[in-house]
């Protein structure tokens, strides 16, 4: 790609004689030395024939699955901060956009990155390939291409996944007077970050922020049992309505019930976002199987409210007072 023939390889933060002196080592070399291998354990078993180094990979879908693909952008300052670490940023990246496959119930096979940085820094770069070769050991699967160019730091993460046939998880699928759930604890990640920019030491909330799980396993074991499923990004509120306005359904839901590690549940808590946990309507009678599963996973799993026929969203607090909330939240 030649856009990468726009460094500056004289640059002074290069760290690395064997790039400044030696202008060859060109998009291909950095390639090679940072992104060619990795992941690559988990190639043969996820069917690709032919990844990084040529024009595209190429790859030998299943019999009776279908693919699920997603895509995330992330953006230095309004995704991660520059504070964080190449590796951090890696790892995040990459993670949230997993998330989306977990709440498809689907199976991870690959992922692929579009790398945008302002300046060849090896050290960055360094950190930058750990950071994803931690991501593609934890989920193994491989790094099967991308591109690289010059800009301001951004990260579009393409991630890949198979289903059974028919057995994706849809936002669409809710049903009126179904459970609402939801995985893990609220809030941590937004507790995270604030803890990050206090203290030196991490924590688990801080933890929550800078490597967010991807809900893979959970996801699977919901493919049967879930009717519909959302990752929560944006907030548990904004997401919940996600799957009201998909699903052509409104719901209920009980503050007091949501799942937080501090006990005033403020509205800013509760909808801050960045946890990547899953929320998830299924039917009454699957309340059983889904405790079962928490357990199993050893993964908080909570019952939160659940899907009604009036097509709005709507907040009981203490003493079953309705909380208002924005009109956003009333789709008709
Ligand atoms: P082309 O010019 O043919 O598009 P590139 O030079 O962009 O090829 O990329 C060469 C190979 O390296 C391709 O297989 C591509 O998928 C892979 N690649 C390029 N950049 C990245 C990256 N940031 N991460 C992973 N793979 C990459
Ligand atoms: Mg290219």
């Known amino acids: 790609m030649a856009e990468w023939e726009l460094l500056d390889y004289s640059s ?40 990084i180094g040529d024009d595209a990979s190429v790859i030998s879908p299943a019999n009776n699955t279908q693919q699920i693909n997603s895509l995330d952008t992330s953006i230095e300052g309004v995704h991660f901060s520059d504070t964080m670490s190449s590796e951090d940023i890696a790892y995040r990246s990459c993670a949230v956009a997993l998330s989306d ?4 119930g689907a199976r991870p096979k690959w992922y692929s990155i579009a790398l945008t940085i302002p300046e060849v820094d090896e050290n960055w770069l360094k950190g930058y390939a750990q950071g994803l070769h931690t991501f593609s050991e934890e989920y193994r699967i491989p790094l099967i291409g991308g591109d690289t160019t010059k800009g301001n730091l951004s990260i579009t993460v393409q991630v890949m ?14 049903k009126v007077d179904q459970l609402i759930f939801v995985s893990g604890i609220i809030g941590k990640a937004y507790l995270g970050l604030n803890e990050l920019q ?29 009717s519909a499923a959302i990752d929560i990004s944006d907030g548990l509120l904004q997401d919940v309505n996600l799957i009201c306005k998909a699903s052509d359904i409104g719901a209920e ?24 946990e899953l929320c998830f309507t299924a039917d009454k009678d699957k309340h059983e199987q889904i405790m079962n599963i928490s357990k199993k996973l050893d993964i ?33």
């Open 12 to 51: 002074p933060s290069l760290s690395n004689k064997e790039l400044s002196k030696d202008k060859a080592l060109d998009e291909y070399l950095l390639i090679q030395k940072y992104f060619s291998n990795i992941g690559s354990a988990y190639l043969a078993e996820h069917n690709v024939d032919n990844s």
């Open 101 to 104: 496959l977990a709440a498809c």
């Open 161 to 174: 996944g198979e289903v059974d046939s028919g057995k994706a998880i849809l936002r669409s699928n809710a």
């Open 198 to 226: 206090e203290a030196e030491a991490l924590t688990s909330n801080s933890l929550a922020y800078l490597r967010p799980k991807a809900k893979i396993d959970l996801g699977l074991e919901l493919a049967n049992i879930a």
């Open 253 to 276: 839901i009980f503050l007091d019930k949501i799942p937080t590690s501090i006990t005033e549940k403020s509205l800013e808590l509760i909808n801050s976002g960045d946890d990547y």
């Open 300 to 332: 908080p799993i909570t019952l939160i409210g659940k899907t009604t026929s009036s097509k709005e969203l709507v907040l009981y607090g203490e003493s079953h007072t309705r909380i208002k909330l924005n009109s956003g939240y009333k789709h008709f």
